[in-house]
């Protein structure tokens, strides 16, 4: 089938052209735009067809390197035990009010830690009010790693790579606000520092080791050491892909009682933290980017509930209804798509590879993904005796991995299962 791409309203431009340093001494103003429907072919970073509330942008905005404000607060932000203080409706982005300096990418781009459809994730270093000081308002350019000498924590600035990417980070920034205002979120989520309205951008820790990676990884030494006593066990070894694992859903669990629907998981949208014992093997998985999340009232209460209206998936992690709401037009984004993903996500780990690795074209794999039967498909790579039938991997996954999106484990079957799996 072909999809064509579709793209954001672009914000018209006004008269009055504001330059960053301007910006960061004003509000942005706020208005309501409601995209057009279309269908696309699936970039890295779906479009929700959802009005935005974002600032005005001028055509002469340019993003600056650098912000500078108070201290950073660590820990989660909290807001009273007022129910209504947590509404949806009412949040709006967290300023960021620390101070950094964006790296530039230097000659081997080491400084560019993700990119995307929509943006680009930079390495940043957090900065002193002394060195905040020194630097020129706006800075001219960003600071060359070899030649700045700052010491502070290292940062990620997700910064839009085109006009139209500032409403979803704006949407995005609302986000991560609303879910970090609920207590342990740094458990489940990257610690987010706020939104730089002055440059359209978020700032988070960095954390450099994503999920996917780590799994390719695990799958070289796994060919490079291959036995036939661990075989039958993921490519990351069964202790961790089993943390891994539990952590994961107990985070989306987190997630879906906030009302929050992730939209896109995958291991590219998965860090891995070291643990706080510093073992050199032990991980703590974050979420990240939620340019394709939103949030619903009373997510939970039904699991197949349409919430909107799907215009762009990730076709190895898609459950088969998406496809056909894909097709149709019809909105069928949902809390059980999430489960599905995560647990091809959780799959993809266990195997180090898609289940879908055999297709030779595209066309090929999204008939393949929609026939919702990706445990077969990875039985038939080559590694698939880690996924065999009544072994661990398939007993975890396959109540998540049910074709019918009604007959799918809830998030609180999938935990009940997983503990009586490891009572045994």
Known sequence: MSLTPRQLPVPSPTDQRDSCAMLRASEPSTSTRTPPTFTLTPPTTPVRPQAFETPDFEDGDRESEASAGAPRQNEDFILPTAEESLSWESILPRPCTIQYQRLGSGSSGSNILGSGAWSSVYRATELSPAEAALLPTPPSSPANSRSQSIAGQVLAVKAAARRDGHAILYQEARILTYLHRFRHASSYLVPFHGYDAACHSLVMDAVPLNLETHAKSCLETAKANFSTRTMFDPVCGLAEWQSLASQLIDGLGFLHEASCVHGDIKPANILLQRSDDGSSDSYRPLYCDFSSSHIVEHA?????????????????????????????????????????????????????????????????????????????????????????????????????????????????????????????
């Open 300 to 424: 939970s209460s039904d699991a197949s509930k349409p919430l909107q209206q799907v215009t762009a998936i990730s076709t190895d992690f898609a459950s088969p209804e998406l496809f056909t709401s894909l097709c149709s037009s019809a909105g069928m984004a949902t809390i059980a798509s999430d489960i599905y993903a995560l647990g091809v996500t959780l799959l993809v780990v266990a195997i180090g590879t898609s289940p879908y690795v055999g297709a030779r074209m595209e066309i090929q794999k999204l008939s393949m993904a929609r026939e919702g039967r990706p445990l077969e498909f990875a039985r038939q790579t080559g590694q698939g005796t880690r996924v065999m039938k009544g072994k661990m991997v398939e007993k975890w996954l396959r109540g998540a991995l049910e074709k019918e999106a009604d007959k799918r484990d809830k998030i609180e079957e999938w935990q009940r299962t997983i503990q009586s799996l490891i009572d045994q």
